[in-house]
């Protein structure tokens, strides 16, 4: 099985979601595409009424960008698992690159929110990378390594974890496109040590229509985390039948 979805970032609105909503919900009316799971990680004030749109029974799992580790409590501006499994996730994004550098992330946060995201019974979407000059150094597979090591630290079973590993240096408007030798080396690292242990292992980072099925060719790739080449719900649906043609 291979995952494919996107995080919306901090784009959109309720108009928007809505709208990108009817469509896939409507694209994929005979269910989900063969061998792929499909995930859509809206802002959290769009999350309710993408799944009230998409109903209880989509094909596609749903998700929110970040989760505190707490069940409740007095953390102003933050928001639960259980909250967010209210509004209808499934997933949980923890650590992505921009939340590690702008919104302190730690590898003892991420640790915590992995925790509380099994505990509740959601999927964590771990997300990993090194920057740039640790690239260039060629220090990858131990960086990130480290920090998927850090994350999974004291969790026992891994079977709900999806591992997204996102090159920092390869994500968004300032990103380079990754080349499958770019990032073979660290998903033959990820594979040989979680590989049978978790549910997939994607990669993300200026992800487009032009570059998914050499990325999925790289062995240890089992899904894609997308950003902007899936906001708009046509380019995530081609890149949903790109997986379907490599699955
Ligand atoms: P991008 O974002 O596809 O726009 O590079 C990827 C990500 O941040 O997950």
């Known amino acids: 099985m291979l995952w494919v ?46 799944h009230q749109i998409l109903g209880a029974d989509s094909p596609v799992l749903l998700g929110v960008q ?14 639960s ?20 550098e702008f919104f302190a992330e730690t590898d003892q946060t991420v640790n915590r929110k992995v925790a509380a995201t099994l505990r509740h019974g959601l999927r964590p979407l771990l997300c990993v990378g090194e920057p740039a000059e640790v690239f260039a150094a060629g220090g990858s597979v131990a960086h990130v390594t480290a920090q998927v090591d850090a994350a999974l630290q004291g969790i026992d079973d891994l079977g709900r974890v999806l591992i997204a590993y996102e090159p920092i240096w390869a994500i968004g408007e300032g990103g380079r496109e990754a080349r499958g030798e770019d990032i073979e080396a660290v998903f033959a690292a990820l594979d040989a040590g979680y590989g049978d242990r978790v549910e997939a292992i994607l990669y993300g980072g200026s992800v487009n229509q032009g570059n998914a099925a050499e990325t999925l060719a790289v062995p240890g790739v089992t899904g894609l985390f997308v950003g902007r080449a899936a ?16 699955a």
């Not at 994929?28 to 063969?34: F, R």
């Open 66 to 79: 970040n989760a505190h580790w707490a069940d409740a409590g007095a953390w102003t501006g933050e928001i």
């Open 81 to 100: 698992v259980p909250q967010a499994a209210d509004a209808g996730a499934q997933l949980v994004e923890i650590g992505h690159s921009e939340r590690r």
């Open 231 to 246: 906001w708009q719900v046509d380019g995530y649906l081609e890149l949903l039948r790109i997986a379907t043609a490599a």
């Open 5 to 50: 979805g996107t995080s919306w970032k901090m784009n959109g609105t309720l108009a928007s979601a809505r709208d990108y909503a009817t469509r896939l919900g409507a694209a994929l009316d005979a269910g989900a595409p063969a061998g792929v799971q499909p995930f859509i990680i809206p802002p959290a004030t769009a999350l309710a009424t993408v």
